[in-house]
């Protein structure tokens, strides 16, 4: 069965860091895109940043300079460390994987509230 397990998520203050982890079971057929999605209350669910497998990167313009995606492909984890917080950054964080042959994978969310 696949699963996608997140952690990381956690009450921060205004300025602070996250770490968040996604750690995607052996038995998801080769993983393109790796990659975080959020979703604040009374919004819809936005793409935060992804990856390829190769590397490279795409940023939701918000995020940009503040937040960094990176992966470990041996382990089939993506990481999203998160700086210089801000409360409009309080969501729910949904781990995304999409693999070659087509199928999409979401975790079950991880909540960050960013508040003093």
């Known amino acids: 069965q696949v699963q996608l397990v997140e952690s990381g998520g956690g009450l921060v203050q205004p300025g602070g860091s996250l770490r968040l982890s996604c750690a995607a079971s052996a038995n998801i057929f080769s993983i393109n895109f790796m990659g975080w999605y959020r979703q604040a209350p009374g919004k819809e669910r936005e793409l935060v940043a992804k990856i390829q497998r190769r590397g490279s990167t795409n940023y939701a313009d918000s995020v940009k300079g503040r937040f960094t995606i990176s992966r470990d492909n041996a382990v089939n984890t993506v990481y999203l460390q998160m700086n210089s917080l801000k409360p409009e950054d309080t969501a729910i964080y949904y781990c995304?994987?999409?693999?070659?042959?087509?199928?999409?994978?979401w975790g079950k969310g991880t909540l960050v509230t960013v508040s003093l």
């Open positions: 995304n994987v999409f693999s070659f042959n087509g199928i999409n994978y």
